[in-house]
Nanobody
């Protein structure tokens, strides 16, 4: 399976910005379907943003216009640029990937099967 290592979490004030990175290795095929999830204390994990290498991108409604997901295929690195952060964005953020994704296949939050260990993002008001 794909190995994923997140970095870039931290603590910022409301309205601040952070960029998360996820270094990936071990893809079985050449396609990419990757995403970011988050889990706030006492809540279920939720998909935040999704991207594949055909250009398909998806965001949950609460982060649209504030978060930007991007993929550097040359570096096998996934990013999440987070702007105008709010206290409700406080959570552990996880990088995820579909280890067996082939270009052109379905890319959905539910197909992601490899996970990083997470990075904590804390937003203070």
């Amino acid at each position: 399976q794909v190995q994923l290592v997140e970095s870039g979490g931290g603590s910022v004030q409301s309205g601040g910005s952070l960029r998360l990175s996820c270094a990936a290795s071990g893809f079985v095929y050449s396609g990419y379907c990757m995403g970011w999830f988050r889990q706030a204390p006492g809540k279920e994990r939720e998909g935040v943003a999704l991207i594949d290498d055909s250009g398909y991108i998806d965001y949950i409604h609460s982060v649209k216009g504030r978060f930007t997901i991007s993929l550097d295929k040359a570096k096998d690195t996934l990013y999440l640029q987070m702007e105008n952060l709010k206290p409700v964005d406080t959570a552990t953020y996880y990088c995820a990937a579909d280890s067996f994704y082939r270009w052109g296949g379905p890319c959905e939050y539910g197909t992601l099967n490899s996970w990083g260990s997470g990075t904590l993002v804390t937003i203070s008001s």
